[in-house]
């Protein structure tokens, strides 16, 4: 069974910034692809940022330069370094993962986490 757990959301001023963690229960790394989606209210779910298995990420264009996403391998977690932060950021994040890229990609990953909350003010 794998387990997400995120964490390191939070209330920031525009401008500011935030690492989201992301615990994953065993090494997954090597047979999941993993991302980042957010979801703010009144609104659909929508995909932040993606890595394959094979390290490649990508980044939803209004994020890209301000958002990082990277994995350390030795701690089982998955990281969303944000930066420059701005009130449309403001969301519910979730960590997701799935064997297959393309249901990543859709958002219908087969596993997910919690969420952590991001609220950026003006």
């Known amino acids: 069974q794998v387990q997400l757990v995120e964490s390191g959301g939070g209330s920031v001023q525009a401008g500011g910034s935030l690492r989201l963690s992301c615990a994953v229960s065993?090494?997954?790394?090597?047979?999941?692809?993993m991302g980042w989606f957010r979801q703010a209210p009144g609104k659909e779910r929508e995909r932040v940022a993606t890595?394959?298995?094979?390290?490649?990420?990508s980044y939803k264009d209004s994020v890209k330069g301000r958002f990082t996403l990277s994995i350390d391998g030795a701690k089982n977690t998955l990281y969303l370094e944000m930066n420059s932060l701005k009130p449309e950021d403001t969301a519910m994040y979730y960590c997701?993962?799935?064997?297959?890229?393309?249901?990543?990609?859709?958002?219908?990953?087969?596993?997910w986490g919690q969420g952590t909350q991001v609220t950026v003010s003006s």
């Open positions: 065993g090494n997954i790394y090597s047979n999941y692809h």
């Open positions: 890595i394959t298995r094979s390290g490649t990420t």
């Open positions: 997701a993962a799935d064997s297959r890229f393309s249901n990543l990609w859709s958002g219908a990953g087969n596993y």
